[in-house]
């Protein structure tokens, strides 16, 4: 039996969620950016929910999210994006709304709205890309960049004595009352892809349900490989040496 | 006993050739294609038909959906 005779579509287990469209996304080769929007339009198809579901976009990589996956958007101002979503999710409760963040986004200029919007307790999915550097604007050190890791503005390294620490924000966001479910993913290998899907359907699941109150924020611990300065599939080992012990892998939070 | 065989087809105009499928990939059935395709990228294809099982490794770490996988099971 010759490939061509399995190529059928009787056969077909596995291809691209319709609800990410065909434009060419903008990403670099091998972002991780890439992955997670496919796992977005998966779960919204796969729920069933494309017509009842608002997603927020950031800027920095991300910020033209809306041109892939085939819902309503709102695109935010710089880290504004959960306050833009609560004002939607307050206008439209029985809707999925949804932020989509980078961690310059998310963790630096945005650290209030994230913060305040996560312990105001309304139900939000909030979905952070922490790639640990300013992808969009070429690689600068972000709050999440590690120490000793170099980015365009600490070309030798982070140094804490001048720059402090990787900041951790979804273990403060997890310490919040507002929080429902925290927890942090990735998406390298195919099994860390399914679960991160899943953490995926489960935050929005929770964002849609009426009695139970709180967001549910999903890290998903990222490449930048062109930021890095490393091929795709280097980065994807930098990152489980180095992201993994200042980022582990699981749920923080689940209530 | 039942034999399950695979087999994968490569949207090679949306590839952006990053190789990560073909480190996905358990049993090696992924190269690189020496031409490129219009945006000058070397696309993912499959070098090793026979190895494939059908997993959906490659298409389900494929950061731009670029892979449709396929399965059969034969009777033996
Ligand atoms: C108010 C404001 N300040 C600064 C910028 C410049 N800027 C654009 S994207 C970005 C950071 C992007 O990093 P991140 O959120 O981590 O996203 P990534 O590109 O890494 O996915 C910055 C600082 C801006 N656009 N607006
Ligand atoms: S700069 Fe980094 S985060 Fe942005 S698309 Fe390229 S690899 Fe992805
Ligand atoms: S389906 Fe599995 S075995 Fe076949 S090419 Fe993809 S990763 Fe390899
Ligand atoms: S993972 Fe996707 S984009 Fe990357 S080489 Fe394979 S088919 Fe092309
Ligand atoms: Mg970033």
């Not at chain 2, 731009?64 to 399965?71: A, Q, T, W």
Request: proline share 5%; charged share 20%.
């Amino acid at each position: 039996m010759t490939a061509q005779d399995i190529i059928k579509p009787e056969n077909l287990v596995y291809s691209k969620p319709s609800l990410l469209n065909d434009n060419t996304m903008h990403y670099c080769p091998g972002c991780s950016h890439g992955v997670v929007h496919k796992l977005i339009a998966e779960v919204i198809e796969e729920m069933g929910i494309m017509d009842k579901t608002v997603g927020v976009s950031p800027v920095g990589c991300a910020v033209f999210a809306y041109n892939y996956i085939d819902i309503d958007w709102q695109e935010a101002a710089h880290g504004r994006a959960p306050a833009i979503a609560t004002a939607i999710k307050r206008l439209l409760p029985e809707n999925l709304v949804f932020t989509y963040q980078g961690d310059g986004d998310l963790a630096a200029i945005g650290t209030a709205e994230t913060i305040h919007a996560v312990n105001r307790g309304d139900n939000l999915a909030m979905i952070f890309i922490n790639n640990a550097i300013y992808g969009m604007t070429g690689g600068q050190m972000a709050p999440t960049t590690l120490e000793g890791m170099k980015t365009a503005t600490c070309p030798y390294g982070r140094d804490p004595q001048l720059n402090g620490y990787h900041l951790p924000i979804t273990n403060l966001v997890a310490q919040l009352e507002g929080a429902r479910y925290v927890t942090r993913q990735s998406v390298h290998t195919a099994a860390a892809v399914r679960k991160a899907k899943a953490a995926i359907r489960k935050a929005f699941e929770n964002a849609l349900c009426p009695e139970k109150k709180g967001a549910s924020f999903v890290e998903i611990v990222s490449t930048c490989n062109s930021g890095w300065k490393l091929s795709p599939e280097k980065a994807n080992q930098w990152m489980v040496e180095n992201m993994f012990k200042a980022y582990p892998i699981g749920d923080l939070k689940n209530i | 006993m039942a034999k399950i065989k695979g087999a994968v087809s490569v949207n090679v105009e949306r590839c952006k050739g990053c190789e990560l499928c073909v480190v996905a990939c358990p049993t090696h059935v992924l190269a690189m294609s020496k031409q490129v395709n219009a945006k000058g990228y070397r696309y993912a294809m499959m070098a090793n038909e026979d190895a494939c099982i059908g997993c959906a490794s490659c298409g389900i770490v494929c950061p731009d959906g670029c892979i449709s996988v396929y399965k059969v099971k034969i009777e033996e």
